[in-house]
C-alpha cells in the first residue's frame, strides 16, 4: 500500500512537472501568436523611427518607457534584423512585460529562468510565485494515469495535446480507473467468496475428527468426568416417564392401569457391584427425598474388591447408583447425618448437619464418613483402638440435639460411644454397658439402639439374648448412667434384629411405643417406661401390649410409617414385606408382598408413600405403598383407644 | 463411575465411556446416543449414519448452533446462570441434550405410553 502511494507521488511529481512544461511551451507559444501584431507594430516603429530620427525616438521612448528602458537598445538597433530573431527578443519582451501580470496562474515551481539576459530588476517580482501553488496540485490528481500512459514516448507529443484531448484522455483515463477499481472489488468479492467456500470446506473437515483426536478426547479425565454426568442427567430424565405433552382428550382411554394391587413393587434397584453381596441396613436422605442409601455385606466370592460397600441409589433413576462409597470392612449400618434433623423445628433450632456426609457403621468396630462430594474412600474414620469400637458395631443412631448433631454407636460388647461428626479421631464419650445379672459375663451383646422421639439422654438397646434395656446416657435423678437392667423388656427367645420407636406426629402421643422384631418368628409391640421414673427396687419385667406371631421365618425389621400411626411394616426371612395396620387388624398384616429372597432391611421413604426393602439377594425393592398408609383424621384417635385396649 | 477411575489408564476408561453409552442406548424408547464435541464434532454415536457424513454433520453443526443460541437466552435470563440441560420435544421423539463447557451429550428417545 505504502509503495503505491508513494509511486503515485512520484508519478503526481512528474505528471506535475510535465504539465509545467507543457503549460510553458504553450504560453510561450500563444505569446509568440499575441507578439505577432505587437512586432508589426514595432517594425512600423523601428521604419517610423528609421525615418523620422531623432525627435520620433523621444516619443517611441516616451510611449515605450512603460515597457523598458532597455528597450531602447534593440529597437536603436538595425531595423533589418532577422525577423526570428527580433520575433524572440519581441517574445522575450512581452514574456517579461507579461510575467508579473500572469504569475497569479503560474505554475508552483518558478518557471527556470529564460536563458537570456534578464533584467536583475525583474527577480523580485517572481518571489510572489509561491503563494498559490498549493490548489493547483490538487486539480491534477485526475490526471495520475496520463503521466503511465504518455510520459514515456511521446512527451512532447502529449505535452502539446490540446485542452479537449486531455480532458478526453481524462475521461478515458478516469474510465479505466474505474474500470480497475470495479475489477478490484469483484476480485476481491471473489477471493472472499473463495475464502468463505475454503473456509466452509476446511470446517466441514475439521468436523470429522481424526482418529487420534477423537482418542484423546476419549481418554481424557475431563471427558470421562462429562460422560458421567450427562449420562446421569440424561438417565433421570429417562426415567421420569411421565409425558408433559399427553393429551388426554386424544389418548386412548386405557385407564386399567389403576387396577393394580396395593402394595406393589414399582422398582427393582440393582448393579453389577453388588452382586454376591446382600442388603445390611437401608437409609432414606432426609434433605434429598428420592436418595436412599444402601448398605452392602461383603463378596465373599470377589477378595478384590473392597469388603464394605454402601451405594446412593436414586429413587427415580433406577439403572444405577449416585455414588458407590468403600469401606475397608463390611458396613452394618449406615445412617444420613443429617438424619437427625428428621421433623421441621429441630431443623431449625439445631445446626444443620451437612446432607452429604454419610456415617456408617463396620464389622471391624470403625465408623466411616463419606461425603458425595468426594470421592468412594471414607472422609474420615474413627480409630481402631481401645479409645473406639474394636467389635461390630450393629447399632448406630445419629442423634438430633439444639447443641450438635452426635452420632450414638454400640459395639456388641456393649462399649456405647458418642462421636461428634467432625471429630471422629476419638469418641466424645464412651460409656460401657453391662448387665450385672448375668451369670457369667455382665457383657451384654447389642444388636440395635432406638432413641425415643425428643428424647436424646435414654435409649432402649435390644440384644442378642432377646431381651432390650433401657438405657441412660447420663446419671440423672436417681438413675445412674448406663445400662438399667431392673427394666427388661423381656419376651423375645431370640435376638432382636430391629427395635423402632414411634415416630410421633403432631396429633397423639405415642413416643413411648416400641417395636422389636426377633428371630423368633414374632414382632412385639412395647411401651417403655418413662426414663427419668426411678426404676423400680425389685426387677419387674415389662411385657409386651402385644406380639404379632403371624410369621414364618426370621423377622428382620419392623418399622413405623412415619406418617399413619398404627401402620408398620415388617421383613422377614421368608422374603415377605407385611404391612400392618393396628386400627384395622392387629393379629394378621393388611398387605403384603414377597420377594425371591429373605428380607433384611426396610426403610420408608419420608412422605411414607414408598418403601425400600433389600435382602440376601442383594437387590433393593421399591414397593408403592400409596395411600394404603395415607392416615386419616381419626386414626390418631383410634388408634390410641387400640392400644389403650391391648394395654389393659 | 468418577470415584473410582482416577487412575484407571484409558483403555479401560474407553472401555466405561463405551459402557455407559451402551446402557444409555439400551434404555427402553432410546433411539440413538450421540457424544459431540461443543462446536458440533461427532466423538461417539449409536446412530446409524444415513446419509454418511451428511447426516451427523448437520445435526451436529445444527445443534451446536442451537446450544450457543440456547446458552445466549440462559445467560439472558440471569448473567449468573448457564446452560445445563435441553430438551425437545416433537411429536413423535425428545431430544435430550446434557452439556457441559466442551462436549454434549445428545439422546434421541421415543416416549414410551405405559
Known sequence: MDHRKEELEKKRAKLAELRRQREERKRQAMQTQDAAPRLDAIDINDLVNSLVGDRARSDSNSTNAMNSPDLSAPLSREASAGGRERAGTAADLAARAASPLQMPGADTQPPPPPPQRAPHAFSTSELVVFDFAPRERVMYNKEVQTADAAAGADSDAAALLTEAEVARRVGELRERDARAARARSEDRQRRDAEAAERDAQREAEARRLTDAQRGSILGSAAFAGFIDRAARVVERALDVDYDVTVDYARAAADAAADARPQLALVATLADERMRGRAVMDIAWSPRFPELVAVAYSRNAAAPNEPDGLVAVWNARARSRPEFVFHAPSEVLQVAFAAAAAADAAAAASAPAADPHLLVGATYSGQLLLWDMRAKALPVLRTPLTAAGHTHPVFALSVVASAAAPHVVSVSSDGLACTWQLDMLAQPHDTLELANAAHARTDEVSVTCIDFAADEAAAFVVGTAEGAAYAVNRYDRAGCKAGLNAHDAYRGHSAPINALRFHPTTAAGDFADLFLTASSDWSVRLWRARPPAKPASPAPADMRALHVFDAFDDYVYDARWSPVHPAVFASADASGRLALWNLNADVELPAHAAHAPRALHKLAWDRPGRRIAAGGADGLLYLYDVGDLAAPRADDHARFARVVGELGA | ?114
Do not use: C
Open chain 2, 1 to 114: 463411575m468418577a470415584q473410582d477411575d482416577s487412575k484407571a489408564d484409558a483403555a479401560s476408561q474407553q472401555i466405561d465411556i463405551d459402557e455407559t453409552i451402551a446402557r444409555l442406548s439400551s434404555k427402553r424408547g432410546v433411539e440413538s446416543v450421540t457424544v459431540l464435541t461443543k462446536d458440533g464434532r461427532v466423538i461417539r454415536t449409536t446412530a446409524e449414519q444415513k446419509e454418511g457424513s451428511d447426516g451427523e454433520g448437520l445435526q451436529g453443526r445444527l445443534l451446536s448452533k442451537l446450544i450457543r443460541d440456547a446458552a445466549e437466552i440462559a445467560e439472558q435470563l440471569d448473567s449468573q446462570d448457564e446452560l445445563s440441560f435441553l430438551r425437545i420435544r416433537t411429536v413423535k421423539r425428545e431430544l435430550m441434550v446434557a452439556l457441559d463447557h466442551d462436549y454434549l451429550l445428545v439422546v434421541v428417545q421415543t416416549p414410551q405410553m405405559d
